[in-house]
């Protein structure tokens, strides 16, 4: 069972360079989200989807974009990268979209934007 | 409106002593409270959530937490620590009211366990 897989985990962007995050989750949850980490800034919301063709923005989209085509994915768009997105980017799942769930997290994808 | 606050950014403790992270939270109607870890260069680890029912809350590893409506805190516990829960905890709360599915998370602990 592989749970919540992100790749890259590492990668080093130029400015103005687009890329993609790819999150695939195998539990079938339905709510998806992506959150950054920056130090002494704790987990910050980006964006989530609470199912196929539905996602929402979260407390910092701008610079992003999502798209939720089927159950399992969740990729994350960056589409002119910039120094200040530099920072540890995480996917996490949650199986009860009621709340109750707990997330399932990815193991991170480290990003440098020179 | 949903919040949790972390209020130690850091937490000392010696090995085999007991330990306590601290977490208080705010929310319009009753909580969906949870704990995770996360090790260095690692993803963050589910460890224990109240949801309804007892205060006191087992989880993964030996830790506990309790939920304290009327102090409106859920503080991570265990009696003995080890050097190896040495990591970074976060609290998150969910607000039944409303039906969110976000969670919110504190800004995390880090908790530094001494030999």
């Known amino acids: 069972n592989a749970g919540v897989t992100q790749t890259p985990k590492f990668q080093v962007l130029k400015t103005g360079q687009s890329m993609t995050l790819q999150c695939a989750q195998d539990?079938?949850?339905?709510?998806m989200s992506w959150y950054r980490q920056d130090p002494g800034m704790g987990l910050r919301l980006i964006h989530y989807?609470?199912?196929?063709?539905?996602?929402d923005q979260g407390e910092v989209p701008n610079g992003y974009n999502v798209s939720r085509s089927t159950t399992e994915d969740f990729p994350l768009r960056l589409l002119s990268a910039a120094p200040s997105q530099t920072s540890v980017y995480f996917c996490?799942?949650?199986?009860?979209?009621?709340?109750?769930?707990?997330?399932?997290f990815g193991e991170g994808s480290r990003l440098t934007v020179l | 409106a949903q919040s949790v606050a972390q209020p130690e950014d850091q937490v000392n403790v010696a090995e085999g002593n007991p330990l306590t992270v601290k977490c208080t939270y705010s929310?319009?109607?009753?909580?969906?409270l949870f704990w995770y870890v996360q090790y260095p260069n690692r993803g963050l680890q589910f460890l224990l959530k109240?949801?309804?029912?007892?205060?006191l809350v087992k989880g993964s590893y030996g830790f506990e937490a309790e939920f304290n409506k009327s102090q409106t805190s859920f503080h991570l516990k265990k009696p003995s620590a080890l050097v190896s829960d040495s990591a970074l905890y976060f609290c998150?709360?969910?607000?039944?009211?409303?039906?969110?599915?976000?969670?919110?998370f504190g800004r995390g602990t880090s908790l530094i366990v001494h030999p």
């Open positions: 109240y949801i309804t029912g007892d205060n």
């Open positions: 996490a799942s949650s199986y009860y979209p009621e709340g109750t769930g707990e997330l399932f």
């Open positions: 998150a709360v969910r607000d039944q009211e409303g039906g969110s599915y976000i969670p919110t």
């Open positions: 989807s609470v199912g196929a063709g539905i996602t």
């Open positions: 929310v319009s109607g009753n909580p969906y």
């Open positions: 539990m079938n949850h339905e709510y």
